[in-house]
């Protein structure tokens, strides 16, 4: 008996397990994100902030933000050198052709009128635009732009990316007490946003 009384002092906390998973977890999968644009970055970040505004770890919501900034900057200037690697190269790679293939010509036509009027200052919005992260990529290695320039400007880009889609999760686990209801609203609501300005741009064709 005594032995069955003390078992349950010796386990993990729950909250101790999650944290001990869940962020480096939510750094690798923003680091895939970032080079692999088909990740949701922004729902995982929203999803991680549901969880730790439910937990009592001082700090959890912290660590959140720490983490995702870190794992999105890191991308980032990972993909960035890749790009620009590939745009040395005689023959290319497969990391600059996937950035040609997300950044239609529009887009990228846009990207690189702002990044010549406002500079790397557009790298901020680029990253809180749904799908708009990788013209101003495209555009910045097209202008031949250093890698540490692209890193400087980069910086704030991936704080306030962190910032907006974690106060999406602080709604989210505001509005509901069960976390789990909370990271449905914080996805569906993170996946709305995304999705939005594409089906603007449909409507505004179809109704030209």
Not at 34 to 47: E, K, M, Q, R, W
Not at 93 to 102: C, H, M, N, P
Not at 163 to 175: F, K, P
Request: aromatic share 8%.
């Amino acid at each position: 008996m005594s032995l069955f009384l003390a078992a349950p002092a010796t386990t993990v906390p729950p909250e101790s397990t999650q944290q001990a998973i869940g962020y480096p977890s939510l750094f690798l999968l923003v680091l895939i994100g970032a080079l692999v644009p088909v990740v949701p970055t922004g729902a995982l970040v929203s999803s991680a902030a549901v969880v730790a505004f439910h937990q009592t770890a001082p700090f959890a919501l912290l660590l959140v933000f720490v983490v995702a900034a870190l794992a999105a900057f890191l991308g980032d200037v990972a993909l960035y050198w890749l790009g620009r690697r590939g745009m040395r190269s005689r023959n290319g790679s497969r990391w600059l052709e996937t950035l040609r293939d997300r950044a239609p010509e529009d887009r990228l036509a846009r990207a690189q009128e702002k990044l010549s009027d406002h500079g790397i200052a557009v790298l901020v919005l680029s990253r809180l635009v749904p799908a708009g992260r990788i013209p101003v990529m495209l555009a910045c290695l097209l202008a031949k732009m250093p890698l540490h320039t692209f890193a400087r400007g980069d910086v704030p880009a991936c704080l306030a990316w962190a910032v907006t889609y974690q106060l999406i999760g602080i709604l989210g686990g505001s509005l509901f007490s069960k976390p789990w209801e909370g990271v449905v609203a914080a996805v569906v609501l993170t996946l709305a946003i995304s999705v939005a300005p594409s089906v603007w741009r449909r409507v505004r064709r179809t109704a030209a």
